[in-house]
């Protein structure tokens, strides 16, 4: 699939630049600046973090002090895009621009074997990170116009490629023993998006924007290699599963099996959600 994306790009532009040709004193060329924040799904990552803290609560050996490895959602979202006017309502755009979310918990917790034993204590810190990289195409069609506004909807299809990140570090709070692991993994896959964008004329050259996007695109197979205690797992995945009423998450190269794991299946990266971005549009060469 990803070899697919360079020849459909290619595609749309042999099909639609005779129309720019062709449109009323030209095609126009502009570059397009944006940056703003997003919503992110993250379904099993968000399920499987909250029930990891869920868990630890419902067992009567452990509990938490303070702190919990909560769900995220919130981050940001930054690009550029080359357009070309196609004529008065129509123009077409490639693009590249980055999406990032995460955030790093801290958990304070207390363990014991059986209810005969003492508490131990532990201070659990956990980052973890989503980075993807879209590659867009898009198509904007003017639905209203006057010589200081203009209103478009906009949409298209884009290729998500990227990483997760996952660091997490224990430690016994009464000595100096801690434990860490480390897995990025990697993954892509095809999405679109649709929306719409508020134009503001500055002047002949210059446009300010506002656009509100929503998207969907999700990955199933992250891989990457899992470092953890000295030893290293080739080509891990990322694996959701349930530990009796919980969701939780599992990082191997194969699937988790025995009696604590249930319901098991490659977990899903939902990239799925919304974007608010402003900035600026910058005309290269405009049509008579």
Sequence with gaps: MRKV???????????????????????????KFFGGAGYHLLDDFSQGLKGWDDEVEAS??????????????????????????????WGIGLGAGAIQTGRESLRESAYK?????TYEFYQERLTTRVRAIPLTLCLQLGLFSNNRMNLSAVGGISYYFGTVDWEYRT?????????EENWRGTSGAWGFQGGLEL???????????VEG???YARWT?????FQADGTTVKDAFLW????????GLAIDSKEPSGGIYQNVRKAVIDLSGFSVRVGLKVRLAASD
């Design 5 to 31: 994306l360079p020849w459909l790009i290619i595609f749309m532009l042999v099909l639609l630049w005779p129309a720019a040709v062709q449109a009323e004193g030209g095609p126009g060329f502009q570059l």
């Design 60 to 89: 009567p050996y452990s509990y938490i002090e303070k702190g919990g490895f909560q769900p995220f959602h919130l981050g940001w979202d930054f690009g550029v895009e080359f357009g070309v006017t196609l004529n008065r309502r």
């Design 113 to 117: 074997s059986d209810k005969l034993a």
């Design 171 to 179: 430690q016994n709070k009464s000595s100096s023993e801690f434990t």
């Design 199 to 209: 134009d503001f004329n500055i002047n002949r050259k210059l446009t300010f924007f």
């Design 213 to 215: 996007l929503g998207r």
């Design 221 to 225: 197979d992250v891989r990457g290699d």
């Design 240 to 247: 959701y599963t349930e530990w009796g009423q919980f969701p």
